[in-house]
């Protein structure tokens, strides 16, 4: 099946600071997905990105579907953007999501 | 937004007993998947459906169960759990476009303890 790589695996960063997460995929994907999961285990939509770029507030993605990755970029961070972010990707002809194995980041204050 | 419920949080229970972990979603979401996630670990695929008496074992094996009598409804039952069960559950739905499993929504999770 397709295979999904999440780098870095894990960040410290400083309240305010920037950073860029990055999913890479091993085949054509239909289907791309960034979740945050909050302490609580609960795993939230970020985005839901084949290709192109989105913005949602400090957050964005891009998905550059021809060269098989996509970044997620985080602004002015926050201690409530600490978690594990999650990239789900969906290969054509299989109907299901395969998870990479996340980005732990915790935000210092 | 939406509107996915799982029951119960947490569970902690003896080895041998039977459980039901319930998930609902309000949604009319046609697809439905129960993933298996060990602490800090990936999400893995137990199992998914498509709809009413749809249900297909996914990509990790499991002892547990499923049915899809409603749409809105997704059970998850164990008949024998085992500390090799313990572990969090995650229901999710999605529509049901023409290709794909669509955008995904999850429920809270359910977190399983067997002693």
């Known amino acids: 099946g397709i295979q999904v790589e999440q780098s870095p695996p894990d960040l410290i960063l400083q309240e305010g600071a920037n950073s860029t997460l990055r999913c890479n995929f091993s085949d054509s994907v239909n289907n791309l997905q960034w979740f945050h999961q909050n302490p609580w285990g609960q795993l939230i939509n970020l985005f839901y990105?084949?290709?192109g770029t989105k913005q949602n507030g400090r957050l964005s993605a891009t998905t550059v579907a021809t060269e098989r990755y996509s970044l997620l970029y985080i602004s002015s961070s926050q201690t409530t953007d600490s978690g594990v972010y999650f990239c789900?990707?969906?290969?054509?002809?299989?109907?299901?999501?395969?998870f990479g194995k996340g980005n732990q980041v915790v935000v210092i204050p | 937004e939406a509107d996915i419920y799982q029951t119960p949080r947490y569970l902690v229970i003896g080895t041998g007993k039977k459980i039901t972990l319930e998930c609902s979603q309000t949604m009319g979401h046609d697809k439905m998947y129960w993933y298996q996630q060990d602490p800090g670990m990936e999400l893995h695929l137990i199992h998914y459906s498509y709809g009413v008496n749809s249900t297909e074992k996914g990509d990790l094996s499991s002892e547990s169960t499923v049915s899809r009598i409603r749409t809105e409804h997704f059970p998850l039952t164990l008949e024998s759990a085992r500390p090799s069960h313990t572990s969090q559950y995650l229901c999710?739905?999605?529509?049901?476009?023409?290709?794909?499993?669509?955008?995904?929504?999850f429920g809270e999770g359910s977190r399983l303890t067997v002693l």
């Open positions: 990105i084949p290709s």
């Open positions: 789900a990707v969906e290969d054509y002809g299989n109907n299901r999501l395969a």
């Open positions: 999710a739905s999605s529509e049901s476009p023409i290709k794909g499993a669509g955008e995904l929504f």
